[in-house]
C-alpha cells in the first residue's frame, strides 16, 4: 500500500471541516411552525391539497393550523400527530363541553 505523505498535511483542515460540520448539524434548530408551502412538502402532498384539507376540516383551525389574517401557519407536532391518526384534543372545546354539563348538572340538582 503506497501512502501520500503530502497529503498528511490536509488531515487537521479536514478535521476542522468536519468539527465545523458537526457543529452545525447540532446548533441546526427544527422548525416547529410551516407555511401552507412548507406543510405540502412535509406531507407529501401539492399546496391545493392543503387548501382544499383545510377547506373540508380534515385539518382544523386552532389544532392543525393557526391563521392571523392571510397567513396560515401550521404546528408541525399537530400534523405528526394527525398523519399517525392521534386524536387531537382541543383543550378550549373541551373546557367549553365540560362547563355545559356542569350547568346542566347544577340546573338538574
Known amino acids: 500500500m503506497n501512502i501520500n505523505f503530502e497529503n498528511l498535511e490536509q488531515i487537521p483542515k479536514i478535521f476542522e471541516m468536519m468539527k465545523l460540520m458537526?457543529?452545525?448539524?447540532?446548533?441546526?434548530?427544527?422548525?416547529?411552525?410551516?407555511?401552507?408551502?412548507e406543510?405540502?412538502?412535509?406531507l407529501g402532498y401539492s399546496k391545493d391539497s392543503i387548501d382544499s384539507?383545510?377547506?373540508?376540516?380534515?385539518?382544523?383551525?386552532?389544532i392543525h393550523y393557526f391563521q392571523k389574517a392571510r397567513k396560515?401557519?401550521?404546528?408541525?407536532?399537530?400534523?405528526?400527530?394527525?398523519?399517525?391518526g392521534i386524536a387531537p384534543i382541543n383543550n378550549r372545546l373541551?373546557?367549553?363541553?365540560?362547563?355545559?354539563?356542569?350547568?346542566?348538572?347544577?340546573?338538574v340538582a
Request: aromatic share 8%; charged share 35%.
Open 22 to 37: 458537526s457543529k452545525q448539524f447540532t446548533d441546526k434548530i427544527e422548525k416547529r411552525w410551516l407555511s401552507t408551502q
Open 72 to 84: 396560515r401557519m401550521f404546528d408541525k407536532n399537530e400534523l405528526d400527530n394527525w398523519v399517525i
Open 53 to 62: 384539507m383545510v377547506q373540508k376540516g380534515e385539518l382544523i383551525s386552532d
Open 94 to 107: 373541551q373546557n367549553e363541553l365540560d362547563m355545559k354539563i356542569h350547568e346542566i348538572k347544577s340546573s
Open 39 to 42: 406543510t405540502a412538502v412535509y
